[in-house]
């Protein structure tokens, strides 16, 4: 129960905050919609954030493995143990940013002091010294994952607080996705445009180039965005003990098969993604048109999100996914038939590789509330929260091994990082960026196929949910007013 004294005080006070911060509005505090203005000014940091993680997965485990010569088995455990770091740091900076409010708010305090900890660990890393060290890398790879999980933590929980509104949530995240896919739209063409001045240095030169985007962006987007965008007040949230997660993923059968999808995802995107640039300057021969490729593919997957919602609603949301894991399979070996130096074949490739890049994902999250709801009323429990901060770390898991299992796998085949390579290792490094994503997106479809909550089941559910609803507001009325109440005459909305 929410004491509405304690309310109105925390009411006044985030006002005074929004005042003194540099103006804003709260979103439907007179019941009118975000401005644009405002919208933007939140989304902006999203950019930085999105421009500094595609070349975490993409170019920095090349660069040092190859550029700089820690070698490929070295690198890849490096990167796994800091994504491991970073599931563990999660929960733990989540809950600082839920329990220590300050006259900025809860969350655009730890935006602030992200920045920094961002800004320098970003030079050491994207500009390295002449010579590193493995310990080098993990120590500057871990406090960059602080700094870049405490920004994004607290950047994803402001957003879901700044209006208690149902549609006007979907226009804040999908400004911030916006934002997010223009991040990576921008840094890939960086390469693109250093490729043309032939340096000396290429992987350093292109690796720096995105280093300074986010040295130069970041600073700017957090400043503009916690001047002019205020917070509301919010109730603290209860946290979930970790028991009850551990309960929750064992005894939920859909729960556990969303889980298990996304892991397997995480782990075939992670593989392609950490072995593309060998596959595209070593194997295809593509040279300064590499960076074209990952830029035809993520336009391609923003282009066909239209059509995957299409599907989606024709077939349902877990045969769409399962026929999304089916056409990558189907899909990714068509790379194993791209000519060396054709650009314009790997492009066309990469097109159409890309027509579902962003289904598995966008799908997973949306069944993921269907799981919340049965869950509900299994349990009579609210714990979407738990169950989304559960999705989030398999993601992060899979990536994870990803990066580990595909550079053990290049060294097995005997791939030299920046050396000399025979066209039978060059084939094997065809084959294993193939067929491993192959097996694994095959499984993915497996697995979905049997997902048990349908259109018909999670309308049932809704039913459920939506009778107790006017059953407890009845019984609300009925406690004031001391007169029995018929649940169905209330007048209360259910929702």
């Not at 989540?94 to 969350?107: A, H, Q, V, Y």
């Not at 911030?176 to 223009?182: D, K, M, P, S, Y």
């Amino acid at each position: 129960m929410t004491n509405p004294a304690s309310t109105g005080a925390a009411t006044t006070g985030a006002a005074t905050t929004g005042a003194s911060m540099g103006g804003g509005a709260y979103a439907h505090e007179s019941g009118k919609p975000l401005s644009r203005w405002t919208l933007l000014a939140f989304a902006l940091p999203a950019a930085p954030i999105s421009a500094m993680g595609l070349p975490l997965v993409v170019h920095l485990p090349p660069f040092y493995a190859g550029t700089l010569g820690l070698g490929l088995t070295v690198v890849g455990t490096i990167f796994m143990l800091a994504r491991f770091w970073d599931v563990f740091t999660d929960p733990v900076l989540g809950i600082l940013s839920d329990r220590f409010e300050t006259r900025w708010g809860r969350r655009r305090h730890w935006i602030v002091a992200s920045v920094p900890i961002m800004l320098l660990s970003v030079y050491m890393i994207f500009m390295p010294p002449g010579e590193v060290s493995a310990a080098y890398l993990i120590f500057w790879l871990f406090v960059l994952y602080v700094g870049w999980t405490l920004l994004t933590i607290s950047h994803m929980s402001w957003g879901a607080e700044l209006t208690p509104d149902y549609h006007e949530r979907t226009r804040v995240q999908g400004a911030r996705e916006v934002a997010l896919i223009l991040g990576m739209v921008l840094v890939l063409t960086l390469p693109v445009l250093i490729e043309q001045t032939n340096p000396e240095n290429l992987a350093q030169a292109r690796v720096a180039s995105m280093g300074w985007f986010v040295l130069i962006l970041l600073p700017i987007a957090v400043f503009l965005a916690v001047w002019r965008v205020p917070e509301r007040p919010t109730p603290t949230p209860v946290h979930v003990p970790m028991k009850d997660a551990v309960k929750a993923l064992i005894e939920s059968r859909p729960l556990q098969i969303v889980l298990a999808a996304d892991l397997l995802g995480g782990v075939s995107g992670g593989l392609v993604a950490s072995m593309f640039l060998f596959l595209a300057e070593d194997a295809l021969k593509l040279g300064q048109y590499s960076s074209l490729m990952l830029l035809g593919y993520f336009i391609s997957g923003v282009c066909f999100i239209p059509l995957v919602l299409a599907v989606s609603r024709r077939l349902g949301k877990h045969k769409t996914a399962a026929a999304s894991a089916v056409f990558n399979a189907c899909t990714v070996p068509f790379i194993l038939l791209v000519p060396e130096g054709n650009a314009l074949a790997a492009l066309a490739v990469w097109v159409l590789c890309g027509v579902n890049m962003a289904a598995g994902p966008f799908l997973f999250r949306s069944l993921m509330a269907d799981v919340a709801d049965h869950d509900t009323v299994i349990t009579r429990q609210q714990r979407t929260g738990l169950f989304y901060s559960l999705l989030t770390s398999t993601s992060k898991v899979g990536a994870a091994f990803a990066i580990f299992i595909a550079y053990s796998l290049l060294d097995a085949i005997g791939f030299q990082a920046g050396g000399e390579n025979t066209q039978a290792v060059l084939d094997s490094l065809r084959a294993v960026y193939v067929w491993p994503a192959c097996i694994i997106s095959a499984a993915v479809a497996g697995i979905l196929w049997f997902y048990p909550i349908d259109e018909r089941q999670q309308k049932a559910n809704r039913e459920i949910l939506e009778a107790r609803g006017l059953e407890a507001a009845a019984a609300a009325i009925a406690m004031r007013t001391g007169q029995p109440s018929d649940a169905q005459s209330s007048g209360v909305a259910a929702d």
